[in-house]
């Protein structure tokens, strides 16, 4: 046996948590894509604060997954995703319905993230972890969802006006 062998600590929850690093890394990419599409510069900004966000959220879970030895599965997965043909084609929105395509992705990382914090056997600190993640995730969410309600009552232009 090697010496990283023994300080293996495998939950039942790994598998989901590595599920997990790989939807926020995937969604990053997209978020980053749409922001790429928008003119608008404040939706744009918090589109890509998103996307930045779901990238350190997946560092932590990265660093929380070699710590306990689950490496091996999370290489193997990255170099398969590396190396496989894509399979699915996403048509990015436009910015009319970026708002609907990150409330789309919202349902996702929230349900992955609330999956994992069912599981019984979660550390303490994990779980503190995933349920700061989940709360910034949401507060995050909820900004975008506030910035296109103000956007559709004002006007985007009289928005700009008031905020230059």
Do not use: W
């Not at 939950?11 to 926020?24: F, S, V």
């Not at 749409?34 to 996307?51: E, F, K, Y």
């Not at 350190?56 to 190396?83: D, H, V």
């Amino acid at each position: 046996m090697n010496r990283a062998q023994l300080f293996n600590t495998h939950t039942p929850a790994d598998g989901k948590i590595t599920r997990l690093h790989q939807l926020l890394l995937k969604e990053k990419t997209l978020f980053e894509q749409v922001a790429g599409h928008v003119q608008d510069n404040a939706l744009r900004c918090t589109i890509l604060s998103l996307a930045q966000q779901n990238n350190q959220y997946a560092a932590e879970l990265s660093c929380y997954l070699q710590s306990t030895g689950s490496t091996g599965n999370l290489t193997i997965k990255k170099r398969r995703a590396a190396t496989a043909p894509a399979t699915k084609q996403y048509v990015l929105p436009d910015e009319t319905n970026a708002l609907a395509f990150c409330s789309s992705n919202e349902r996702k990382i929230v349900t992955a993230y609330r999956k994992i914090l069912k599981e019984s056997a979660l550390y303490e600190g994990l779980k503190n972890m995933m349920g700061y993640q989940l709360s910034g995730s949401l507060s995050s969410f909820v900004q975008l969802k506030l910035l296109n309600s103000v956007k559709k009552r004002y006007g985007a232009k009289r928005l700009q006006a008031l905020s230059n």
